[in-house]
């Protein structure tokens, strides 16, 4: 089957794109077509995959354009759910087949599940669920605060709290939440939305809640939400106790009596003053970073230049645009893009080498034949990510090539450490209510009662931080933890995954060069595999216990004890 070009495509109404579905439908399917057929579906896909992913960062990339969330919002309603009705009847006809096309055994179980899910009755209230988290991201991209005759976007109050001046970061935040509170009432609004949402979706395929829905629609197949809450009873036991040391030696640092809000990034992480100035413009970013791909691997540094030229890159912070950073990909064409809300601080470093270890995986996989195969569990994805953080960050340094000094690299290495350990208890936050939140739909529907199991899993897992006096702000936390309202359950992946990058680390120490080439060689792999043998292709375990969590502790708690001798 030939399919159009993109350029057509990206115009063309459902009555357009249907023949061609109808076509593969009915199309005879046997030993002797398969590959010609799968690679027909395969194009199609890619063509529907790319028209998605165009219209959606349209709308992050500008969330004042009403003609780019019309165009999104028309696709969302008029032509992407027939897409996938048409294409749910071609999973069943390969499945009804009985054939395996070669490297699709894995993929073939995947699509198994999504048959057993797929209710033709959930497409519109996805489509409703997608146009609320475009509201969502409505009300965040519009928080401004007015500070020094300046209006700033929430990103860029983040530059401005890396102050020595305590009062002055204090002012910031309490401004910025301020204006996060003016929008409880309309967060709150989402949220009752969202929840009944969800609750319609799990019922129309015959869940009895919505978390046993979703851990199938998410394509866990390797591990179950018990395995899931063993990883945040191991957390409990040896990260947080790691984190409250961390916190403790950082009043230290700052000369405080006890850690508040505003003495932190995001109301979690830890920060350096006077803060690194890594960068000015964005050109200057990606030249740096480039190399530093360069030195760590040629074919990465490849990857990334080809970024650059095919101008797939858009970093820097500016009013209007969506909040946060992920990489997109291309399907046609077979390349990511980045987006990201850089303000020049050395965090935006680890925050750019973590997107482009997703576009590398982008680069690696798209040598797999077919579009189903190019996707891991999300869980093996943020391995590729935060190990590219971790092995790129060492090359800032003067003497390794790089454009920081060796104290400075010191501090931002420390400050990612520390990120990275603090993070866990974070995370189990966020996993923990979630399962709260879907284990008691009715209770977590009602947003007062949100704010108040927020507040108690934030004393159990983040006890280091002084919130007196603004118990208000506390409790709303998880209004502005987007991955709950967006993509409910995505987020233990970056815990797992975290703790898989440190292994890989870790054998790094001693063989880079293999480390790498392992590395590469599971991202290759796409999604072709089970979760465990990915790990174990990019030399890690995918791990829930308390002895492997302890050993990646033990290490960061070493190294964070060696980089603090280089900067005291």
Not at 73 to 92: G, I, M, N, R
Not at 217 to 237: C, G, I, N
Not at 460 to 485: D, F, S
């Amino acid at each position: 089957m030939k399919t159009p070009p993109f350029e057509k495509f990206l115009e063309m109404d459902w009555e357009e794109i249907q023949p061609l579905y109808d076509d593969l439908e009915k199309e005879q399917l046997e030993e002797e077509t398969l590959t010609a057929w799968m690679t027909g579906w395969s194009d199609l896909r890619k063509l529907v995959d790319e028209r998605y992913a165009r219209l959606s960062l349209a709308t992050e990339l500008d969330t004042t354009d009403e003609e780019a969330e019309k165009a999104y919002h028309a696709f969302l309603e008029e032509v992407y759910p027939k897409t996938q009705t048409a294409d749910q009847k071609l999973k069943e006809k390969l499945l009804a087949s009985g054939l395996v096309p070669d490297g699709m055994e894995i993929i073939l179980k995947k699509m198994r599940t999504e048959a057993d899910l797929f209710r033709e009755e959930n497409l519109p209230l996805m489509t409703e669920e997608s146009k609320l988290g475009t509201q969502y991201n409505k009300i965040f991209g519009a928080q401004t605060i007015e500070w020094g005759g300046e209006e700033l976007t929430l990103t860029q109050v983040k530059s401005a709290m890396l102050t020595t001046d305590r009062n002055e970061r204090k002012q910031l935040w309490e401004m910025t939440s301020e204006r996060q509170l003016a929008d409880r009432d309309a967060i709150n609004d989402l949220w009752v939305k969202f929840m009944g949402i969800r609750a319609q979706l799990a019922a129309n395929a015959g869940f009895k809640d919505y978390r046993s829905f979703r851990w199938l629609q998410r394509l866990r197949l390797d591990y179950s939400p018990e395995d899931s809450k063993r990883f945040l009873a191991a957390v409990k036991q040896v990260a947080v106790p790691a984190a409250t040391r961390v916190y403790q030696r950082y009043t230290k640092r700052l000369g405080i009596e006890s850690v508040r809000p505003w003495d932190l990034l995001n109301n979690q992480t830890t920060f350096n003053l006077p803060a690194i100035q890594a960068f000015e413009t964005e050109e200057e970013f990606i030249a740096r970073v480039g190399a530093i791909f360069n030195k760590l691997d040629p074919v990465l540094g490849g990857y990334f230049n080809t970024m650059r030229e095919s101008k797939l890159l858009d970093l820097m912070n500016r009013k209007g645009k969506g909040p946060g950073g992920f990489c997109t990909s291309f399907a046609t064409v077979g390349l990511p893009f980045i987006f990201m809300n850089s303000v020049g601080r050395g965090s935006d470093l680890r925050v750019l080498f973590h997107e482009s270890g997703h576009a590398f995986h982008v680069f690696e996989r798209i040598n797999l034949p077919y579009h189903h195969q190019w996707r891991p569990g999300l869980e093996f994805a943020e391995v590729a990510s935060t190990t590219m953080e971790l092995l790129a960050e060492p090359y800032l340094a003067e003497d390794r090539g790089g454009f920081m000094s060796v104290e400075d690299v010191a501090i931002s290495r420390l400050l990612n450490l520390e990120e990275k350990l603090l993070f866990w208890p974070y995370m189990a936050v966020v996993v923990a209510f979630q399962h709260w939140v879907y284990e008691n739909h009715q209770l977590g529907t009602d947003p007062a009662a949100c704010d108040q199991k927020w507040a108690e899993l934030i004393d159990q897992y983040m006890p280091a931080i002084n919130w007196k006096g603004y118990e208000e702000v506390k409790q709303t936390g998880w209004h502005r933890k987007l991955h709950i309202h967006l993509a409910p359950f995505y987020y233990i992946e970056y815990g797992l995954a975290s703790l898989g990058a440190f292994q890989i680390m870790a054998k790094a120490k001693k063989d880079q060069a293999r480390a790498l080439r392992d590395y590469l060689k599971a991202l290759a792999l796409g999604g072709t595999v089970t979760l465990p043998e990915l790990y174990r292709a990019a030399g890690a375990e995918l791990a829930f216990d308390t002895a492997t969590l302890g050993e990646v502790v033990e290490l960061i708690e070493r190294d964070l004890a060696e980089l603090e001798k280089k900067i005291s």
